[in-house]
């Protein structure tokens, strides 16, 4: 079998640095490279960039003891893998082209890696991706290193050997979830596949299962578009109920009694790099015939305006009780910018989302609340942070995520607009 000695992630972001971090843990000697410098330069100084349990500690033992290290450029290795994102094609104003996966990342990290690419080596893409995004970055490497052979032309006796094994972990939950969580491992070829099994089982402690490529690539769209369908249910019962002067919290607990249902919690929509995306590379794929999936994307895409409607039922609410006051008088609070609770990913969140448009129409103070997050990025810096104390003097708040620091108040005064239905 192959011995992995040296291991290099392309791409050190929420799920490549917590997968360098495993593999560093085991004392196997890891590159990581990203292109951001700072990214680099941070990990080098035995810190991270992000927020997760864990992490912290296991990279700023594994960077002291010499087994990680992360550069811009990459370097010589025995296995390589990409996990750089796949977001959508910009610029388009076609609404199935706007959710076309865009490919560019990992066609950059495939031409990265191809000039240290020796006889030997694996290729892994960790990436979520659509169906035949292996293949084509197969393609790629094969085009830019024609002394060696591929799974694609030579099968089980390529110099080079290529899977697709999709991440499947919960943030907040990462570093446990890559250790226990089961793998699927699609290979381009069998002996693709008992190569990426021997990698991961450095670290891995559930099952590796085995299939080929494009079905290991479905596998994770499918998971996060069942959520996806799953949550765009109960989205739709909560602005049903609304309608109909029906409590959906109480509703969905009586159902939830039934021994065989198990309906998900409303919110204010869907984010995260995964359940908000994911749903759209089936669709992409096969627009004609993925007809709930992309239903479901449209129900939960659009949530977040019915939320901003809800806000502005309020406001009149508030200055018909107040009519001395103006629109420009009242300050509306947020609480809450991640797409989930109790971690700092922004990533496609519907809060965030919720905010900035509310920040953008509303005529008077709009603050924001999120314990998760020290300062915002630069092009976010218009929306107002504040601490949970000074929210509290707000004449309307709105609830977007349910933070543990949100469900321990223990009187919110005023008016609310809660979408977790936690107050």
């Not at 099994?197 to 996060?224: D, H, P, S």
């Not at 601490?387 to 708040?397: E, F, S, T």
């Amino acid at each position: 079998m192959k011995s992995f000695n040296t291991v290099s992630v392309i791409g050190l972001g929420y799920i490549g640095l917590p997968t360098a971090a495993a593999f560093a843990a085991r004392k196997v000697k890891v590159t990581g490279v990203d292109v951001n410098p700072n990214t680099v330069d941070t990990i080098n100084k035995g810190e991270i960039h992000i927020v997760e349990p864990e992490l912290d500690m296991i990279v700023h033992a594994a960077v002291t003891e010499g087994y990680l290290k992360a550069t811009t450029i990459p370097e010589p290795a025995d296995a390589f893998l990409i996990a750089v994102p796949t977001p959508f094609k910009k610029g388009s104003s076609n609404e199935s082209e706007n959710h076309e996966p865009d490919l560019s990342y990992i066609e950059a990290a495939a031409k990265s890696i191809a000039p240290v690419l020796k006889k030997g080596d694996l290729v892994i893409l960790e990436s979520t991706s659509p169906v035949g995004a292996t293949e084509q970055m197969a393609k790629w490497l094969a085009e830019a290193r024609f002394d060696l052979t591929f799974p694609q032309t030579a099968g089980e006796d390529s110099d080079i050997r290529i899977a697709h094994c999709p991440e499947r972990v919960l943030p907040g939950h990462v570093m446990r979830e890559l250790v226990e969580n089961d793998r699927v491992i699609g290979g381009m070829s069998l002996k693709c596949s008992e190569y990426a099994i021997e990698l991961y089982k450095v670290f891995v402690e559930g099952e590796c299962v085995v299939t080929n490529a494009r079905t290991a690539e479905m596998a994770k769209l499918t998971e996060n578009s069942c959520r996806d369908v799953q949550i765009a249910f109960a989205n739709e019962l909560s602005i049903i109920c609304d309608e109909l002067d029906i409590d959906v919290w109480e509703l969905i607990s009586l159902a939830n009694r039934h021994p065989r249902i198990n309906i998900l919690q409303p919110g204010p929509g869907v984010g995260g790099h995964c359940i908000a995306v994911d749903p759209w590379f089936i669709v992409s794929k096969t627009p004609e015939l993925a007809r709930i999936i992309k239903t479901a994307r449209k129900v939960n895409d659009a949530k977040p305006e019915w939320v901003i409607e809800k806000v502005k039922l309020a406001v009149a609410e508030f200055l018909m009780a107040n009519p001395e006051k103006t629109a420009k008088s009242v300050t509306i609070a947020c609480y809450g910018l991640t797409f989930k609770p109790d971690i700092d990913d922004l990533r496609e969140s519907p809060a965030l989302e919720i905010t900035k448009k509310l920040t953008e129409m509303h005529q008077g103070s709009l603050i924001a609340v999120e314990p998760n997050v020290v300062s915002l990025p630069e092009h976010l810096n218009h929306i107002k942070l504040v601490d949970i104390k000074k929210a509290a003097h707000a004449d309307i708040k709105v609830l977007l995520v349910d933070h543990k620091e949100f469900k321990a108040l223990n009187e919110v005064s005023g008016l609310k607009v809660d979408t977790k239905g936690i107050w």
